[in-house]
């Protein structure tokens, strides 16, 4: 039986944006329409007519996007898109060939994002607000990554944090915090994912 596929509103926006947008990867884009047309209803056979591509690789990315799904949601809470589209991209993207380090999954993200939540000063930061240099040292001294460079972080920096004057905002730690669904919370060693001012769809 193939792999049930489920979404959020904003995740269907995402994936749809994957599709028409020309600077997204011929393969991402590929597999987000499998994505929306699952999401359609479409079986895999059909799917794999009006794609013109073999039917055993869209059951792989079914159960990819079925696996990633609650995961996907807490990323979702941040209500921040580029942070959205990165989780999403994270679970599309190609698997890891053997003795090469993989993406990081939508969970290593939702933690990431958590952290900048705390005031830096609690992890003995001697600064007031997250930059990508400390924000790197921190995960990676709480082992939520192996490996990540200081401008990776500085992108999840920028994408979650596009309110206020002009782009100049900082991460202080400082959030108003809503109710996460239950399984939200597995995903922080806290009690908690990350901020929402919303609900999930």
């Known amino acids: 039986m193939a792999a049930k596929a489920v979404m959020t509103e904003r995740q269907q ?3 749809q944006a994957m599709v028409v947008s020309r600077s997204c990867a ?3 884009a590929h597999r987000a329409e499998i994505s929306l047309l699952a999401f359609d209803g479409l079986k895999n056979e059909e799917i794999a007519q009006q794609l013109g591509c073999e039917r055993h690789g869209i059951g792989t990315w079914r159960r ?3 696996d990633a799904f609650e995961r996907l949601t807490v990323i979702e809470c941040v209500e921040k898109p580029p942070a959205v589209r990165a989780a999403i991209e994270a679970v599309l993207g ?10 990081f ?7 990431i994002l958590a952290v900048t939540c705390e005031p830096p000063g609690k992890s003995g930061r001697p600064v007031t607000h997250w930059t990508p240099r400390e924000l790197t040292e921190e995960v990676l ?5 192996t490996s990540i460079s200081v401008r990776q972080v500085g992108r ?3 994408g979650c944090n596009r309110s206020g004057s002009r782009g100049k905002q900082r991460f202080q730690g400082k959030r108003s915090w809503g109710a996460l669904p239950a399984f939200a919370r597995r995903f922080s060693p806290f009690g908690y994912a990350i901020a929402t001012s919303g609900h999930v769809r």
């Open 13 to 15: 926006q995402v994936l």
């Open 26 to 28: 011929r393969g991402l």
């Open 64 to 66: 990819r996007w079925q």
């Open 94 to 103: 190609d698997l890891p060939r053997a003795g090469c380090g993989g993406t």
């Open 105 to 111: 999954t939508a969970e290593q993200i939702a933690r």
């Open 141 to 145: 001294k709480r082992g939520i990554v």
């Open 156 to 158: 999840f920096l920028k």
